[in-house]
């Protein structure tokens, strides 16, 4: 047996995809419209025609009641078939198009009417108010059946109303008239709804293409997962529109920026302030990878165009890649200075063990104390004249870096520095930046040298940098401090362009400023500002009181 295929069943209700509903809602709306407009059309059209039945009725009695000769024959001669009002009514019914012309005196008899036989007899409906004076316009039933009537009064030559004048026009030709109306009244909403469909078929069209043909259900479940992703991911994302004007923010995007759903309709520039990352959300830096820097945060910022003319920006935190790159430099430099001591150790040992060989012991001891003398003197310059113990241990190491890559590194003799540092790592990062600087500025030039000075004016901490290398061009002053420029190819690990950004970004955190200018004897001068970098020092009363406590027991003795 061969199996059969299951029949499927007819599912009934609104499709699934956005173009059909959009389409079938659009076409019944359009059918609505339509059947509401012709039937608010045809419901006053009936009055309509009854009212113009009614008053082209009673124009045809005025005209009537208005020629004498009709009052005259009234009062003359007697109502019969063939008499001068008989003739004279039919003769205006028939060219009008009246149903009925019927002329009655005051008693209601008739002197005219369609029936010849029904002259002389009563007529059907009261004529009381025509023969009162007043003229009448009704629907009313009557011999000759359903009609619109018009009724006025009969006057003779001196005014006083001696009949009545009554003309019908047939319903039925009314109601033809509305029937007669309605074909193309439908021909009319008929070419109205065609024109409605076809125009909701363009219109769903256009959303089959904006959407890509998905359901309602489609697009709600990737609203959903387009939250869900731009929330969950750990990637600042940023929407803006045609107009330059931020639509969306992730909350990742909210925390490296530092900014709120407030953000959401400002341009970059009124959510985050003139700077490098506006430029890059704005479209005005262009690259991939673009290196910026937003508060304490290094930021990797790509963008990318959308097809409505607005933009996608990515945000990515590289602080701690960035920290761990300047870890691996720092570590690389011990390292080196490691090396370079260790080089320079191995060959004073063999000076030393040649010496002892020759037996020229004098000149051994002598050798042997000029090397730690030097060696100490360097240190002792360094801590006392900078007593906090991170910056002193930097610059001795960097003093043995430089050393090794054939420059000197030495401590100005205006250096004071005492040990009230309120971030001391802030600072040697300022230091350690400009000094890794300018070493890479004076290397393999003649006579290489870096000067650093480091005082204390009150609680303001002033560091200068001074090398002789080739110096900074007027021109690229203030180009120094943007991040991501540079002029020296980036190590491997990490990219370039960011030291000196974020040394004037921790100067503007304390207050102060970086800047840079020309040294006195040519090269480079970098000049760092740290208002309130220092704690207040100790007042003298403490110092006093602990004095006499340790006085105290040698007065005692």
Not at 77 to 86: K, S
Not at 95 to 121: F, K, M, N, Q
Not at 151 to 168: H, N
């Amino acid at each position: 047996m061969t199996p059969t295929t299951p029949a499927r069943r007819l599912r009934l209700g609104l499709p699934r995809r956005v173009f059909s509903q959009v389409l079938l809602m659009q076409v019944a709306i359009a059918a609505g419209v339509a059947v509401l407009a012709t039937g608010l059309f045809l419901a006053p059209l009936g009055e309509q025609l009854d009212d113009q039945a009614m008053r082209r009725a009673l124009a045809i009695a005025q005209t009537t009641a208005q020629q004498p000769q009709i009052a005259e024959d009234l009062r003359a001669t007697e109502p019969t078939a063939d008499g001068p009002v008989q003739r004279e009514a039919e003769r205006i019914r028939r060219a009008t198009g009246a149903e009925y012309v019927v002329v009655l005196d005051r008693r209601g008899v008739r002197w005219s009417h369609t029936d010849p036989e029904r002259i002389g007899g009563l007529v059907s409906t009261d004529p009381g108010q025509a023969l009162a004076g007043r003229e009448v316009m009704e629907i009313d039933e009557g011999t000759l059946g359903r009609s619109a009537r018009g009724k006025v009064p009969l006057r003779d030559a001196d005014g006083e109303v001696i009949g009545a004048v009554s003309v019908g026009i047939a319903y039925d030709s009314v109601r033809a008239r509305l029937i007669h109306a309605i074909p193309g009244l439908l021909a009319y909403a008929g070419g109205a709804l065609a024109v409605g469909a076809l125009a909701a078929w363009l219109i769903s069209r256009r959303v089959q293409r904006q959407t890509r043909d998905l359901a309602f259900s489609d697009i709600a479940a990737l609203l959903a997962e387009r939250e869900a992703m731009l929330h969950g991911i750990r990637e600042g994302v940023v929407a803006l529109d045609r107009d330059g004007r931020v639509r969306l923010l992730n909350d990742e995007a909210q925390r490296l920026l530092g900014i709120g759903e407030e953000a959401v309709g400002s341009s970059p520039d009124e959510a985050l302030g003139a700077g490098r990352t506006a430029d890059v959300l704005a479209g005005r830096v262009t690259g991939t990878d673009l290196l910026t820097v937003r508060g304490q945060r290094v930021l990797v910022a790509n963008r990318m165009p959308t097809d409505d003319g607005g933009a996608v920006a990515t945000l990515r935190d590289r602080t701690e890649l960035d920290r761990l790159g300047r870890e691996l430099d720092s570590t690389r430099g011990l390292i080196d200075a490691l090396r370079a001591q260790d080089h320079e150790h191995a060959n004073r040992m063999h000076t030393l063990l040649g010496l002892l060989e020759l037996e020229m012991y004098e000149d051994a001891v002598e050798f042997v104390g000029e090397v730690v003398g030097d060696h100490r003197a360097t240190s002792e310059q360094v801590t006392e004249r900078i007593r906090d113990p991170l910056l002193a241990a930097l610059l001795v190491g960097k003093a043995t870096v430089a050393a090794e890559r054939g420059a000197v590194l030495r401590l100005s003799d205006r250096s004071r520095l005492p040990d009230r540092l309120v971030d001391p790592r802030g600072l040697v990062t300022v230091v350690g930046n400009l000094v890794d600087n300018a070493l890479d500025a004076v290397a393999g030039t003649p006579d290489a040298r870096v000067e650093v000075e480091l005082r204390a004016e009150g609680r303001t901490a002033v560091l200068v940098v001074r090398d002789t290398g080739p110096g900074v061009p007027p021109g690229q002053r203030e180009l120094i401090f943007t991040e991501g420029w540079s002029t020296k190819e980036p190590p491997g690990h990490r990219e370039r362009g960011i030291g000196l950004p974020l040394v004037r970004r921790l100067a503007h955190r304390h207050g102060g400023d970086a800047r840079v200018g020309e040294a006195p004897g040519g090269g480079a001068e970098f000049t760092v500002v740290l208002p309130e970098a220092l704690s207040e020092p100790e007042p003298p009363a403490a110092l006093t009181g602990a004095s006499s406590q340790t006085a105290g027991p040698e007065e005692a003795r």
